[in-house]
């Protein structure tokens, strides 16, 4: 059961696709209007809005518009005449969950809405998931709320409880080792050791022999046997990072341990059994490496049973002020100071490119609060070193990132100017503050029923 808002200015129309949804067990409420929809969302939690696209005086996409300002995580299912897919398909790329053309019938209705209810709570879940993985398992670094994130803890969620090997992909500095850490975390292996080793830092003659131990007197210097990571690792999580750094020779050997879930220590013949779950990491095109013969498909297909893209940050922009806070948090702790980042320098990091993704932006933030000589970070206070994104690409996207939509038109006149700039400081201001309004407006120096006011007139939200 979910709760549902029909929004169709045909009275009949409306009235006959609330019956069939009440009829399934859902909790109805009608709108003749965009306006009135409106009203609705901002009353009572709704977990669907299903809306006609041809309406007045608001349209239907203007209503979706709106929409996912002030409650993105509603999902908002459109209805169209025939012959209008168009606009249907322009509505899914404006946020839209997905569209039902006119006429419908109550089966296909009903599948529609359904899909839509359940997207609408895997999105609760995982707007929960940071905190709750932060709360009741202490891993402070899953920061992110942008859309593409959210995605990647989806699959997290659902393959962490299973035995599944994983490969993790994304650039480097994007985190994949605290997303492999996360998988063990909330796995059944949880009480179990958790290692890991970058094949890229150790020699590869070395790295067999501390993986898999050795027999005393395997090689010169081993003057007495000793047990591998693998075997530290029994009945817990194995995690290969630049696994791509690894020759033919030694994917050979580890597709045997992986496969048949037994070892050999160097300078012995008997295999000794080893419950392990693997899970690998890499920043190269592995596809690539595969077709090139630089990594065997063999072990490949092992280990890519699920396959995990962690995004580069210049995909998640709208988590560059919650990154930020994060980690001038942590400095303000170690060092026992009270710095903050302004809006403008936060502007400027949302204008950023971040070539080196995460790392480099906490290592920017760390830099600037260590040689700042007060205590805001203004715009002067990061030396930002690679590629800004165009003005086109940034003044907007950092206020709108993730799911918001700019006008399509430049304003014209001076109240329009106004108004988009303000607008823009304020969501940049909610992002920072992450939600709390009272830290908001003292951050902005207004008054918090000012800036409700403003807010109110704005039509913005309250979701960082």
């Excluded at 995690?239 to 048949?260: C, G, N």
């Excluded at 160097?266 to 630089?294: C, M, Q, Y």
């Excluded at 969501?427 to 830290?439: F, W």
Aim: aromatic share 6%; proline share 4%; glycine share 6%.
């Amino acid at each position: 059961m979910a709760r549902i808002l029909v929004v169709d200015d045909q009275a009949n129309m409306r009235a006959s696709t609330a019956l069939m949804l009440n009829q399934a067990g859902h909790v109805v409420d009608q709108a003749a209007s965009g306006p009135q929809a409106i009203e609705a969302v901002q009353t009572k939690p709704i977990d669907v809005v299903l809306t006609d696209l041809r309406m007045s005086p608001m349209s239907g996409l203007e209503l979706l518009e709106k929409l996912k300002e002030l409650t993105p995580s509603t999902q908002v299912l459109v209805m169209t005449a025939y012959g209008s897919v168009e606009s249907a398909v322009t509505a899914m790329k404006m946020g839209a969950v997905d569209y039902i053309p006119k006429p419908f019938t109550e089966e296909e209705l009903l599948l529609k809405v359904e899909r839509a209810v359940e997207h609408r709570w895997l999105l609760s879940e995982m707007k929960a998931l940071s905190e709750d993985l932060r709360e009741r398992y202490g891993i402070e670094n899953i920061i992110g709320r942008a859309s593409s994130f959210k995605e990647l803890l989806a699959r997290v969620v659902k393959v962490a409880p299973t035995d599944t090997n994983v490969l993790i992909t994304g650039e480097s500095g994007t985190g994949k080792e605290i997303i492999a850490r996360a998988i063990h975390t909330i796995s059944q292996r949880s009480k179990r050791p958790f290692v890991s080793v970058n094949c890229a830092a150790i020699n590869e003659q070395i790295l067999e022999s501390e993986l898999f131990g050795h027999a005393r007197g395997a090689f010169t210097g081993a003057v007495s046997a000793r047990r591998g990571m693998f075997e530290e690792a029994d009945g817990g999580t194995f995690f290969f990072d630049e696994i791509a750094e690894t020759s033919f020779q030694f994917q050979a050997k580890l597709l045997r341990a992986i496969q048949e879930h037994e070892i050999r220590r160097v300078g012995e013949n008997v295999p000794l059994r080893v419950d392990v779950r693997v899970l690998a990491a890499t920043n190269v095109d592995i596809h690539k490496a595969v077709e090139e013969k630089e990594f065997r498909e063999d072990l490949y297909y092992r280990l890519n049973v699920v396959s995990l893209r962690v995004p580069p940050l210049r995909e998640r922009l709208s988590d560059v002020p919650l990154l930020a806070q994060h980690f001038l948090d942590r400095f303000n702790k170690r060092h026992r100071t009270r710095c903050r980042v302004s809006d403008e320098a936060v502007e400027k990091l949302m204008g950023y490119d971040f070539p080196g993704n995460v790392r480099e932006l906490e290592n920017l933030v760390e830099q600037a609060a260590a040689l700042s000589d007060g205590d805001v970070l203004g715009p002067e206070d990061f030396n930002l070193t690679g590629r800004m994104r165009s003005v086109a690409d940034s003044s907007l996207d950092a206020a709108f990132a993730e799911g918001d939509s700019p006008d399509q038109d430049e304003p014209s006149t001076l109240a329009e100017i106004v108004a988009r700039a303000e607008k823009r400081a304020i969501k940049l201001a909610i992002a920072r503050n992450d939600g709390r309004l009272e830290a908001t407006a003292r951050s902005l120096g207004i008054s918090h029923t000012t800036l409700w006011r403003r807010m109110r007139k704005l039509g913005l939200s309250s979701e960082p």
